[in-house]
């Protein structure tokens, strides 16, 4: 591992359109609930936090996409996101995407790189 790097979990762990695995983060001087999910093959990592207030978005821990297995969903709201960016797709958040983290797979492991930094 490089830098800061930091094992979140083993890459079988995460089924395509499953459960979340939740883990934290420091975020703006604090530790913040996050989690990493796979879709379509890949995995992506988000702050635990809708967009439109700042609860999480699981109903039951590691429960964040919808029952179809294609959004993302806040529990509380209703908000619905994008699983591979974050991005709203409606409800609340009002087009405020999810905070997105730096995430990789690679040598069967899962490892959490800090946050993204979209343009």
């Known amino acids: 591992m490089a830098g800061n790097e930091r094992l979140i979990c083993a890459a079988g762990a ?11 983060v420091e975020y703006r001087g604090a530790t913040a609930p996050a989690f990493v999910i796979r879709f379509d093959g890949a995995v992506f990592g988000y702050l635990n936090r809708c967009g439109h207030r700042p609860m999480e978005l699981d109903w039951r821990e590691g429960e964040v996409f919808d029952s179809g297995g294609r959004s993302l969903i806040c529990s509380t709201h209703g908000a619905t996101y994008a699983p ?36």
């Open 14 to 24: 995460l089924l395509d359109g499953g459960g979340a695995l939740r883990f934290e």
């Open 84 to 119: 591979e960016n974050g991005r709203c797709l409606g409800g609340p958040c009002s087009g405020t995407p999810l905070v997105r983290l730096r995430v990789v797979e690679r040598g069967g492991g899962i490892y959490y790189l800090g946050l993204k930094h979209d343009g």
